[in-house]
Antibody, heavy 119, light 108 residues
């Protein structure tokens, strides 16, 4: 069955970086894209960007340009999202989700990774 | 960037009732690429509707979506206890793929 399994919770200090992983299984990894969506405590969903798992092409939301990097490792069917220069406002649950194309909805989601930024 | 505005923010209803949620876009959504997701506390969102009106796999037929252009709705014909959750619309027709702020359905 299709699964997206994310890495565990992280606690980081302001100014640090975090790298969250999303390991895919149960489908052909390179046939899909993976998006990252975050949710601050008690807030709504915010799209961060997407990576094409075949060629590695990325598109990032302007808000995160320069701070976010999404990469993939096809040998392990894993996607990574790194966010740098963390601030308290980056405290959120980060989700990965798959889509079969650039302009397609997300049919499977990871379980979420809580990233807490605190001094 | 397309801004999605959902209304109302919160709805208090009873099981068995019919409900319609609204999602209005600041500009036309390309090819009606509008999805609805359901999220329960502590869980990831779940896809309900894509392409404005197509139910995702395994979604009960009490959920239906409609609309085009800038105005979209999600209707739940008869609320079940498990339907009380937060509902988000999302447009994925143009980047950035934006979400509405959500509508919370709570038990009356």
């Amino acid at each position: 069955q299709v699964q997206l399994v994310q890495s565990g919770a992280e606690v980081k200090k302001p100014g640090a970086s975090v790298k969250v992983s999303c390991r895919a299984s149960g489908y052909t990894f390179t046939n899909y894209h993976v998006h990252w969506v975050r949710q601050a405590p008690g807030q709504g969903l915010e799209w961060m960007g997407v990576i094409n798992c075949s060629g590695g092409t990325t598109v990032y939301a302007q808000k995160f340009q320069g701070r976010v990097t999404m990469t993939r490792d096809t040998s392990t069917s894993t996607v990574y999202m790194e966010l740098t220069s963390l601030r308290s406002e980056d405290t959120a649950v980060y989700y990965c989700a798959r889509s079969i194309g650039w302009y397609v909805s997300y049919d499977y989601w990871g379980q979420g990774t809580l990233v807490t930024v605190s001094s | 960037e397309i801004v999605l505005t959902q209304s109302p923010g919160t709805l208090s209803l009873s099981p068995g009732e019919r409900v319609t949620l609204s999602c209005r876009a600041s500009q036309s959504v390309s090819s009606n690429k509008l999805a609805w997701y359901q999220q329960k506390p502590g869980q990831a969102p779940r896809l309900l509707i894509s392409g404005a009106s197509s139910r995702a796999t395994g979604i009960p037929d009490r959920f239906s979506g409609s609309g085009s252009g800038t105005d979209f709705t999600l209707t739940i014909s008869r609320l079940e206890p498990e339907d009380f959750a937060v509902y988000y619309c999302q447009q994925y027709g143009s980047s950035p793929y934006t979400f509405g702020q959500g509508t919370k359905l709570e038990i009356k």
